[in-house]
């Protein structure tokens, strides 16, 4: 069995992509299925929440000419039926290191590993930029998911992030089977204000069949998750269970979607 592998991300920082990664990945989790999260974000906060270390990181793997190394590289986490691959404040340094076919690393690093069968889910926190380290986790994906929140900056980014999926979809040598499976919105305002109201309406618009509910709010309890270390499907209170319940409906979908 092969885990089906998601690129989660936005070339904007700030819209909760990260944020967004740990929360489907507890909620994932916490629907049986086995979790494996590659964190190619130079800015590592993924791996810092998930208390992910290990001996080699992502930059080892982007860097190594051993396709072993993602193997070796995968570290179980402090979250039940979480593992990851960390990422490193090094990778800034694959978008202008001179290597061979830098945008195919991530491609070759996970060539024939077994120890991926080991998960049902791999979920590959991007950078948010549209560099290399985007490219790597772009052809490697089975599919993508765009997280933004409901701002006219942010909304734009979504178009410019999905014309580089594009690129990636229409090149034979890269990626042709890539799909976009859904937008996730996020940071809400509950109730929404005129702006995120008009914004969302926007989205709808123009991506109506690829917009996914329901509309993730802003919650104070996903930044007390992060800063505790913790999966917010473990923590209580209304903020925290009601994200949890959102995180889960959005894991369903990916499981049915996945099917």
Do not use: C
């Not at 929360?23 to 989790?29: F, P, Q």
């Not at 570290?75 to 830098?102: D, H, N």
């Amino acid at each position: 069995m092969t885990p089906t592998i998601t690129a989660i991300g936005n070339q904007k920082g700030g819209v909760g992509k990260t944020s967004t990664v740990l929360g489907l990945a507890a909620a994932l989790a916490a629907e049986g299925r086995r979790v494996l999260v590659l964190d190619v974000d130079a800015q590592a906060n993924a791996s810092s929440t998930l208390d992910a270390v290990g001996e080699f990181d992502m930059y080892d793997v982007l860097s190594s000419e051993d396709p072993g190394t993602l193997g070796q590289a995968i570290v179980p986490t402090a979250w039940v039926g979480v593992s990851a691959v960390p990422g490193s404040r090094q990778l800034a340094r694959i978008e202008s290191e001179t290597m061979l076919m830098p945008e195919l690393r991530l491609k070759t690093a996970l060539w024939e590993v077994d120890e991926l069968k080991a998960f049902d889910d791999v979920l590959i926190d991007l950078p948010p930029a549209l560099g290399r380290l985007t490219l790597n986790g772009l052809i490697v994906a089975d599919r993508v998911i765009v997280v933004t929140e409901p701002a006219a900056y942010s909304v734009e980014a979504v178009a410019k992030f999905l014309e580089t999926v594009r690129a990636v979809r229409k090149s034979p040598q890269l990626n042709p089977t890539l799909r976009l499976a859904g937008i996730i919105v996020n940071k809400a305002h509950t109730p929404l204000t005129n702006e995120h109201t008009f914004q969302i309406g926007q989205l709808k618009e123009v991506f109506a069949d690829e917009l996914r509910m329901p509309l993730l709010p802003r919650r104070t309890a996903v930044e007390d998750a992060a800063s505790a270390h913790l999966p917010i499907t473990t923590l209580t209170g209304d903020g925290a269970t009601t994200m949890s319940h959102l995180y889960r409906a959005h894991a369903r979908w990916m499981i049915e979607d996945a099917a």
